[in-house]
């Protein structure tokens, strides 16, 4: 990462966590990707099963091999060996203890945005697991709302879904056209703008670039 973005995400990065905290949201920065694998590892209960959505930034920062290591209970839809069992992982993770998850924006006045094609990563987030831990890139950091959408349509849906198996127009083209197909990974448009109970979605923003 180019230095001058480094410490701009470093001045930045403090200012959308008040932000976040005043939305009852518990929220920390940590400045690079080794502080905020040992901040996530302790917010999460060690008596916790563990559940995620699909994220690159849990990817990025080898968090499924830290998990293991530290001994927690992985609900992993993975490890489903075919559609249905895969399906019945991802309800049961719907229970989990924890659920990691990324943001596809978050504003600098502490609001998530997030787009969902089956639903059930923004469900988790709604409601469900006790803890939520979300994990962003600073990168992600948007003026407002109006600017969460504009990334998330025009920018992470279209290179999201290049990351799938799955027949959209924004695949073909690389850009957003609004569709209705079958595959659509814009099904689900949820903001959060406050966190109810407190301190039930943990937001550690990363003084990196991870994610799309």
């Known amino acids: 990462m180019l230095e001058p973005v480094k410490k701009l995400f470093d001045l930045q990065g403090p200012k959308v966590v008040e932000s976040l905290k005043k939305r009852n ?26 559940a995620w959505g699909g994220t690159m930034t849990m990817d990025q920062l080898g968090l499924k091999a830290k998990l ?14 075919t559609p249905d069992e895969r399906e019945l992982i991802m309800h049961k993770a719907l229970n989990c203890g924890s659920f990691i998850m ?3 924006a978050i504003t600098e006045d502490g609001q998530l945005f997030n787009i969902d094609g089956k ?8 409601y469900g697991p006790e803890n939520v ?9 948007v003026k ?4 969460a959408y504009a990334r998330v349509r025009g920018y992470a849906a279209p290179a999201n879904a290049q990351r799938f198996d799955i027949d959209t127009p924004c695949k073909k083209v690389g850009e957003c056209m609004n569709c209705m197909s079958s595959g659509t990974i814009c099904a689900q448009f949820v903001t959060t703008r406050f966190c109810k109970p407190a301190g039930r979605i943990k937001v550690v923003l990363i003084g990196e670039e991870l994610g799309i």
Request: with cysteine; glycine share 6%.
């Open 25 to 50: 949201f518990e929220a920390y920065y940590c400045s690079d990707k080794e502080s905020a694998v040992k901040k996530i590892l302790e917010i999460i209960p060690a008596n916790h099963s563990v």
């Open 102 to 104: 990324s943001s596809n």
């Open 144 to 147: 407002d709302m109006d600017a």
């Open 119 to 126: 639903g059930n990563r923004v469900a988790a987030l709604i």
């Open 68 to 81: 293991e290591a530290a001994g927690y209970s992985l609900i992993d839809r993975d490890k489903g060996s």
């Open 133 to 141: 831990v979300i994990i962003a890139g600073m990168n992600k950091v």
